[in-house]
């Protein structure tokens, strides 16, 4: 039998592979593996979840940020990017607005601004939770202390988002400055988890030096490590950054992983994300064709989305604002999919 079908077959029956395995099946990637694992991973997501898909009001609070990473457009060496942040009546403002459109989570993402302390932040969490009734919040704004992660469930946070970015050590150091750590990472997202989270990591797809080793064990720390969610999109480069040169990752490839990530975890939250759909105009339909189950539509004030560039060309509107919530359903059911509105927990 062909070696890529029977590593998906492995896969799909053990939700294991080693790395060697994971590597070899990145390397296997044809359009008839492609087809192949496609159509296991869509199957394992409708084992679980059925045809539908949940959505996220995804707030981005701030673009202050006091880490530098080099791929990031609002790392902060880049004197171009004009800095803003919301205030605690603004996101309250959104995430009302999202409730009436019928979102039951926000993402609050933003930068590591050290504006939004603990007692900041937990009164915005509960001025939500007081406002949005039966809604759940997810939190995005990067490393924190133990102590900060616990104020911040007890005042109601569901869920926290904070991409691994790479589970390769050498790796993570080029892609950041020294004065971040590979092994604190790792640390938060262990805290996460212990503390009662629903947790998700990720990484991005064709960064800088990037090898197919370097994917492999990411996902190999995915199976381990078993997040709620997982986030992961191409590589974009930033113009005003040092990556800038750098091609983008392949949507094709993204796509090829996430279904081998949903055959890792049929019950994972897995976003179509914003980069996907930035690198290929139905990179969004692609990504829940091939096994991802969450969108999430930008929410921020309008005057505010173009200031939160992460990546050149980043979409904020058409289908990715909160606003063409009908458009993105229409276009979902065209696909056999339903947006549905309510929390979207994990099924376990
Ligand atoms: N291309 C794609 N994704 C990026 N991110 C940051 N910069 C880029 C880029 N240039 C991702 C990182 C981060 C998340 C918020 O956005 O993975 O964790």
Do not use: W
């Not at 009164?123 to 995005?140: E, F, M, P, W, Y």
């Amino acid at each position: 039998m062909n070696e890529a079908i029977r590593l998906i077959n492995k896969l799909n029956t053990d939700r294991s592979l080693t790395q060697d395995e994971y590597a070899k099946l990145i390397e296997l990637r044809s359009p008839e593996s492609t087809s192949y694992i496609t159509e296991k991973a869509v199957a394992a997501r409708k084992s679980v979840y059925g045809n539908k898909v949940f959505i996220r009001g995804l707030i981005e609070i701030s673009n202050i940020c006091k880490n530098d990473c080099y791929y990031c457009g609002i790392r902060k060496s880049n004197k171009n990017c004009d800095r803003y942040r919301l205030t605690a009546d603004e996101i309250i403002e959104c995430c009302i607005e999202g409730y009436s459109l019928g979102f039951r989570t926000f993402v609050l993402q933003g930068g590591e601004d050290s504006h939004f302390s603990d007692d900041i932040l937990c009164d915005i969490i509960r001025r939500i939770k007081l406002n949005c009734h039966g809604c759940a919040v997810t939190l995005s704004l990067g490393e924190r202390n133990e102590e900060s992660y616990r104020n911040l469930f007890e005042a109601g946070a569901d869920r926290y988002l904070l991409r691994h970015e790479t589970a390769t050590e050498s790796h993570y150091q080029k892609l950041h400055p020294d004065s971040m750590s590979f092994k604190k990472r790792f640390e938060c997202l262990e805290t996460l988890k212990k503390i009662g989270y629903q947790v998700g990591c990720g990484f991005m797809v064709g960064s800088p030096f990037q090898t197919v080793y370097d994917i492999a064990r990411d996902l190999k720390f995915i199976e381990e490590f078993s997040p709620d969610m997982c986030g992961i999109g191409p590589f974009i480069p930033h113009k005003d950054t040092d990556f800038k040169d750098y091609p983008s990752g392949s949507a094709e490839l993204t796509c090829y992983l996430l279904s081998i990530i949903r055959l890792i975890k049929p019950n994972i939250l897995l976003p179509a994300t914003t980069a996907l759909g930035t690198v290929n105009s139905d990179g969004r339909e692609n990504g829940i064709l091939s096994g991802a189950n969450v969108i999430m539509p930008n929410l921020s004030p309008k005057s505010v989305r173009k200031k939160y560039m992460l990546y050149d060309n980043k979409l904020s509107d058409g289908d990715e604002s909160a606003q063409n919530l009908e458009n993105l359903k229409n276009k979902m059911q065209k696909i056999g999919y339903e947006i549905v509105t309510d929390r979207g927990d994990i099924s376990k």
